[in-house]
């Protein structure tokens, strides 16, 4: 699987959208892009992922580049709640088809 | 269950015991994933299960560490003559068949003293 390059921290201010960035140059073609965060203490989850058109649920959005080199994750309106590791990784296929490779993550720190 | 459920939550044990680790899957997921976190580090990969065969156990640091799983349902993580080291919290994923989405457990938290 490709490797991805995240930064190690961010801050956002509570209410105002919180952009994680994401590079996976070395992607392939039938690889997918997968975000999950980590609640201090808690098991990670899964937000989002997407193979090349942009995406979005009720958590979040996912915008990949045309060129699929990178990506990002936007939450639209930050809550405190949302303070966390957000874990960028990509992965062959949408199916089960194997583990998923953790990186180091963002912490992203939303602050009042 | 509504998720996947680990026990114990929390485990201490004395350096050169064995311990076992339990994961309950979702009901209906074919996938079982195991991982471990020392504190304050990222999620390290141990073993996957499809089914009951373990196609992928590249992530297990040594002999000591040993993953089963009955029914394809219930998995069973052992260490033996466990090692300061094995301290960290082991985390249990499942997903469903043909989908890429994992749900984790909250974990197991191993004290080797």
């Known amino acids: 699987d490709a490797k991805t390059t995240q930064p190690p921290s961010m801050d956002c201010a509570e209410g105002r959208a919180a952009n994680l960035p994401c590079n996976h140059s070395?992607?392939?073609?039938?690889?997918?892009v997968y975000w999950y965060r980590q609640i201090h203490s808690q098991g990670p989850q899964y937000i989002i992922h997407?193979?090349?058109n942009n995406e979005t649920n009720e958590m979040a959005s996912l915008i990949i580049t045309e060129d699929r080199k990178s990506s990002t994750l936007i939450l639209p309106h930050a809550t405190l709640r949302d303070t966390a590791v957000y874990y960028c990784i990509v992965r062959v296929g949408s199916g089960n088809t194997g583990k998923l490779i953790f990186g180091q993550g963002t912490t992203l720190q939303v602050k009042p | 269950g509504a998720g996947v459920s680990q026990s114990p939550s929390n485990k201490v044990t004395e350096k050169g015991k064995d311990v076992e680790l339990r994961c309950d899957p979702i009901s209906g997921h074919t996938a079982l994933y195991w991982y471990r976190q020392s504190l304050g580090q990222g999620l390290e990969f141990l073993i996957y299960?499809?089914?009951?065969?373990?196609?992928?156990k590249s992530g297990l640091p040594s002999d000591r560490f040993s993953a089963e799983r009955t029914g394809g349902s219930v998995s069973t993580l052992t260490i033996q003559r466990t090692q300061q080291e094995d301290s960290a919290v082991y985390l249990c994923?499942?997903?469903?068949?043909?989908?890429?989405?994992?749900?984790f457990g909250e974990g197991s938290r191993l004290t080797v003293l």
């Open positions: 994923a499942s997903s469903r068949p043909g989908a890429g989405e994992l749900f």
């Open positions: 070395t992607i392939s073609g039938n690889e997918y």
């Open positions: 997407g193979l090349k």
């Open positions: 299960f499809q089914g009951n065969s373990a196609p992928d």
